[in-house]
Nanobody, 123 residues
Framework: QVRLVESGGGLAQPGGSLRLTCVAS????????MSWARQAPGKELEWVSG????????YYAGSVKGRFTISRDNAKNTLTLQMNSLKPEDTALYYC????????????????WGQGTQVTVSS
C-alpha cells in the first residue's frame, strides 16, 4: 500500500521557517516524481512544489518561489520542503503527494497523497 506520512508542521511567525518531511513507502520512490501541495479552508488545492525522480528538475508555484526549497533523499525514501520567510497566506494543510498533478481547468489532483500536516503562520 502506498503510504505517505508528513511531519514538521506547526506554528510559525511571519518571516520564520519550518521544514516539512514526508516519509514514503509502498512504491519504488526513486522512480517517481514527488510533490507538495497545500489547501486552506474554502480554497482549492494548490500545487506548491514538485521534484523529478532524480532531482534533475523542480517546480515552484509563483507564490513560494524563492522562499521554499524542495529536496529528496532517494536512499531514505524521504521528501523535504524547507519553508523560509513564511507569510500568513502560507497557512494551510500541507500534503506530500506521489508524482506530479493532473491539472484540468485549474483543478489540481493527485493519485496518492498523505494525511497532511498543518502549517499556521501568525503573529
Amino acid at each position: 500500500q502506498v503510504r505517505l506520512v508528513e511531519s514538521g508542521g506547526g506554528l510559525a511567525q511571519p518571516g520564520g521557517s519550518l521544514r516539512l518531511t514526508c516519509v514514503a513507502s509502498g512504491f519504488t520512490f526513486s522512480t517517481y516524481a514527488m510533490s507538495w501541495a497545500r489547501q486552506a479552508p474554502g480554497k482549492e488545492l494548490e500545487w506548491v512544489s514538485g521534484i523529478y525522480s532524480d532531482s534533475s528538475d523542480t517546480y515552484y508555484a509563483g507564490s513560494v518561489k524563492g522562499r521554499f526549497t524542495i529536496s529528496r533523499d532517494n536512499a531514505k525514501n524521504t521528501l523535504t520542503l524547507q519553508m523560509n520567510s513564511l507569510k500568513p497566506e502560507d497557512t494551510a494543510l500541507y500534503y506530500c503527494a506521489k508524482g506530479y498533478p493532473r491539472v484540468v481547468t485549474g483543478t489540481v489532483t493527485f493519485d496518492s497523497w498523505g494525511q497532511g500536516t498543518q502549517v499556521t503562520v501568525s503573529s
